[in-house]
């Protein structure tokens, strides 16, 4: 009854037409695979084998991140010819930073953002900066009907200008969104990302309600003469392509006990920064006396940016 | 930390404390329990503004005059007011503010070469925040707290100090309204502006 089929190879000897769709599939599939992996393998061999196996900046002992610092200082130095500096600030012990804007003095000229985008070392074709200012129409305030692209004469009849940016809210849903805790909060309520971690996923750009974080979708190109040599390993180091950045409250700055470069920069004098636990403060003079509010305080992120009026 | 009372005391002695044409003076903060504080440096305005004559010197230096130049002789005039419009000299002076007289701010008394407040006293140039004041009490006293004007430096006065701007800084006396400017470029918006990555 049972027919006794001859043994064979499936490539030799007998060949049928499934055996040969399949090999040719495995071929196809293969070189498909090589294509997929090219870029891979390009970017394996720019990094090298230390960066690869870094540990989360938070298991660094002082050692090793003094090597990662070291390294990313010479080649800081190398691509740009400046004297650059990549530091590592710490937060302050008995400190909490809060902002505050003053919605009845801001102008809307755009100056804190253009602040940012040179402090912060941003990507210049794309003009990035982590401040949008929206302009909005006098009696509401429906983001939608926002303009953040206004280019004429400001301020502008019957608007308001509203500048947004990172919020660093002490319950911070970007924070909860990262799969890899590449993201996360300091003890002076600043919202750090640990560039040499990062994946890239970009769950917690969708994550946050302030659309303040920003994508590095290639590397961020500032001439060398340009770059500010002041830089933070949190902060405004120039961010390798792929991962998430945002605003910082410019610790490399505030945590060395400055204003933020937004600050400086504003002409108006509408906005406030400091510490909140210190009760002499600005910052916390503004909140116990000027009617002052949060952006979109129903979600519960309990921002530390405020928004006040003077009348 | 040192109480607020105290800074804005600091604040309003330095302010009050005469006129200096060199730099400003730096406000110390008497403390001496905490630690060091570094100064609030308030930028202080010109003495008496000179006008540009229109001659020029044997140097090719345009020749300027001090207000009492002309007036020690010619009487003040107490109705001219910022809108009025000259006839003899100040044509181009145009102003917008208040229903505001030359002399509401001017100290007549000394040729224009002062100004002064409401009571009658004299006030230099340099102490014109203290001018302002006298109507502008809300923002003044948002000034003391640090809620108005711009200002660079240290939010940590303990690390380094800090200088602020003065209201004639950014606010043209006789028109005081902020000017409307061109904004600065802004990043690319994704949102709202159609091809480019943010």
Known sequence: MSEKKPFSLPVVGEVDRRTTLKAGAATLGLAAWAAALKPMVEWASSLDRDEFFQKHYRELTREQLQVIL??????????????????????????????????????????????????????RPSNQSYIRVFEMQKGGIDFEKGNTTYDRPVPGKDKYYMPVQCQQCENPPCVSAC???????????????????????????????????????????????????????????????????????CLHRTREGRMPACLEACPTGARVFGNILDPDS?????????????????????????????? | MLGRDALMLSLVVVMSAGCSRSAPAPIELPDPVGPPRFPVVIRKPLEAPKILTGSVDEKGNPIS??????????????????????????????????????????NPD???????????????????????????GPQYRDYLHGAHGGMTGYWDLSRGGRERNNCVDCHHPHAPRYPTVMPARGPNDRFQTRGSHE
């Not at chain 1, 100056?111 to 941003?122: L, P, T, W």
């Not at chain 1, 970009?202 to 001439?223: D, G, I, L, M, Q």
């Not at chain 1, 129903?298 to 405020?306: A, H, N, S, V």
């Open chain 1, 282 to 311: 600005e910052i916390r003079w503004v909140l116990e006396n000027k009617r002052v509010f949060v952006l979109k305080e129903e979600l519960g992120t309990k921002p530390r940016f405020y928004y006040f009026f003077d009348k």
């Open chain 1, 70 to 123: 070291h390294k990313l200082t010479f080649e800081a130095r190398k691509e740009t010819g400046k004297p650059v500096t990549v530091k590592d600030h710490k937060p302050i012990p008995g400190v909490v930073f809060a902002y505050a804007l003053n919605l009845s003095i801001c102008i809307g000229c755009r100056k804190c953002a253009e602040a940012c985008h040179v402090e912060n070392n941003h990507d």
């Open chain 2, 65 to 106: 005059i001090g207000c009492a130049t002309c007036h020690t002789t010619n009487p003040s005039n107490p109705e001219a007011r910022l809108g009025t419009l000259l006839t003899k000299f100040h044509q181009s002076l145009r102003g917008q503010h208040g229903h505001l007289t030359c002399i509401s701010c001017h």
């Open chain 2, 110 to 136: 000394e040729g224009y070469a002062s100004l002064r407040l409401a009571d009658g006293k004299r006030l230099p140039y340099s102490e014109v925040m203290q001018l302002c004041a006298q109507c502008h």
């Open chain 1, 179 to 249: 799969p890899i805790e590449a993201t996360w909060q300091e003890s002076d309520g600043i919202v750090v990302v640990d560039y040499n971690w990062c994946i890239g996923c970009r769950y917690c750009e969708a994550a946050c309600p302030y659309h303040a974080r920003r994508f590095n979708w290639t590397k961020p190109e500032v001439p060398p003469d340009e770059v500010n040599p002041n830089q933070s390993y949190l902060s405004n180091r120039i961010r390798p392509q792929g991962v998430m950045e945002k605003c910082t409250f």
